[in-house]
């Protein structure tokens, strides 16, 4: 189970899909001290281009918090992969050949987060050491 963060209220959850009447809808289910409640998100296919927009977090785009929406896109990409599960042997191609992009570049990205990270932990070890002289 993929956690994810819930566009509508903000929880943490993770994705469920219902079928009725032959449609599938998405909804996200939170759990709290063994209550169990459900967001409704939309049907799975989604309305157009700009519901996507919405699954990232996007609330107010002039206090964008990138890593976190890096992280829900990335929750949705695995989403939607696992979508192509139940799907005709041509799109778990596509899918196969997304994860294989991904798992490339975002490898790479992790290694230049590690190194900024390692840059950043020096820079403080250093500054916090002057603070002491």
């Known amino acids: 189970m993929v956690k994810v963060i819930c566009p509508r209220c903000g929880r943490q959850g993770y994705t469920e899909i219902h079928n009725v009447a032959g449609k599938k809808y998405l909804y996200v289910v939170h759990r709290e001290g063994g209550k169990r409640t459900k967001c409704y998100i939309g049907p799975v296919e989604g309305y157009d281009h700009a519901d996507r927009l919405l699954t990232l977090g996007l609330t107010n785009i002039q206090e964008i918090d990138y890593l976190e929406v890096s992280i829900n896109a990335l929750q949705r990409f695995i989403v939607e992969i696992e979508e192509k599960r139940t799907k005709d042997l041509g799109e778990k ?23 900024l990270r390692k840059e950043f932990e020096e820079e403080i070890a250093k500054e916090e050491a002057h603070k002491f002289v």
Do not use: C, H, M, P
């Open 93 to 115: 191609q596509d899918a196969l050949e997304k994860l294989k992009r991904a798992e490339k570049e975002l490898s790479s990205y992790l290694e230049d987060i590690a190194k």
